[in-house]
C-alpha cells in the first residue's frame, strides 16, 4: 500500500501498487466502489503483468481519508488523484477508469495534461443527468438533500442497490458519497462530452454490447475508439473479466 497526502488537513490518498515497468497504468473506481476488488484481477492478468499499476481509492472512499472540508466535486477528485500520482512519481500514466471514475479522468486529463497520457474509459459518466427521478440501475444517493441522506436515505440506497454494490458503498464516508453524486448528476461545463471529445491524447470507450454511448458516432468521429464487451453489464471487469483485461492490454502501449 502507497499513500500520498492530497489535501490541506493533512488526508491522504491511498493505493494498492504492483511493481513493474513505467509508464504506470492507474486505475480509477466508479462511485460507492473502490479500485482493488474491481480491478484486481485486470492487474494481475498475465497479459498485463509487469506494468507498474496503481489501484487508487479517491478521496472518501475505500482506504483513503475522508477529509469533512472537501467538496468532493469530480474537479476536486481529479485535482488530488492528480497531486497523488504526481507524488508517486507517476506521470504520463494511461488511466482505466469505470463510471463516476471515468468523469475524474476526463476532468483530469484536461486539467492535468502532463498526467494523462491516454484514456480507457469503462461504461463512463459523460453527461449531466437531472437527480430524480431514480433511473433504473441508479443509486438514487443525489435524489435526497446531504442531511438526509446521512440521517436516512442511505438505508433506501442500501436496499436499491443492493449487496454487491452496497459491499464498497457502505464503506464510504456518507457525506462525500453524497458530494461525489450529486456532482457526478450535475457534471462538468463544458460537460465531460465535450472534454473528452477535444483532448489531444489517445481515448478509448468500452461499454456492455448492445449498450453503446449516446451519440457514439461524434465520438467515434472525435476520435474516440469504441470497443464492446460480450457478456457484461455496467461493471464490466467483474462481469467478463477476461475480455475486459485482453480488450485493456490491446490498447496500453
Do not use: C, K
Request: aromatic share 6%; charged share 20%.
Amino acid at each position: 500500500m502507497r499513500d500520498a497526502t492530497v489535501h490541506p488537513s493533512g488526508a491522504r490518498m491511498r493505493w494498492v501498487e504492483l511493481p513493474g515497468a513505467d509508464p504506470a497504468v492507474v486505475y480509477v473506481h466508479g462511485l460507492g466502489a473502490m479500485s482493488a476488488p474491481y480491478y484486481a484481477a485486470t492487474a494481475a492478468h498475465p497479459l498485463l503483468g509487469g506494468r507498474r499499476s496503481l489501484l487508487v481509492d479517491l478521496l472518501g472512499f475505500g482506504i483513503s481519508d475522508r477529509p469533512a472540508d472537501f467538496s468532493y466535486t469530480l474537479e476536486a477528485h481529479a485535482d488530488t488523484l492528480a497531486t497523488a500520482l504526481r507524488q508517486a512519481g507517476a506521470s504520463r500514466a494511461s488511466l482505466i477508469a469505470h463510471s463516476m471514475g471515468g468523469a475524474v479522468a476526463i476532468v483530469l486529463a484536461a486539467r492535468h495534461p502532463d498526467i494523462a497520457e491516454r484514456l480507457i474509459l469503462v461504461d463512463a459518466n459523460l453527461d449531466p443527468y437531472p437527480p430524480t427521478p431514480v433511473t433504473p440501475g441508479g443509486s438514487g444517493i443525489a435524489s435526497h438533500t446531504e442531511d438526509e441522506f446521512v440521517d436516512h436515505g442511505w438505508r433506501e440506497v442500501r436496499d436499491r442497490v443492493g449487496p454487491h454494490w452496497w459491499s464498497t458503498m457502505r464503506l464510504a464516508d456518507r457525506r462525500a458519497l453524497h458530494r461525489s453524486a450529486v456532482s457526478l448528476a450535475e457534471g462538468t461545463d463544458p460537460t465531460m462530452r465535450e472534454l473528452l471529445m477535444a483532448l489531444p491524447i489517445p481515448r478509448a470507450y468500452l461499454y456492455p454490447a448492445g449498450e453503446a454511448p449516446a451519440s457514439a458516432g461524434d465520438l467515434a468521429a472525435a476520435g474516440v475508439g469504441l470497443l464492446e464487451i460480450p457478456d457484461a453489464g455496467h461493471n464490466v471487469m467483474l462481469d467478463n473479466p477476461e475480455a475486459f483485461a485482453r480488450a485493456i492490454a490491446g490498447l496500453l502501449p
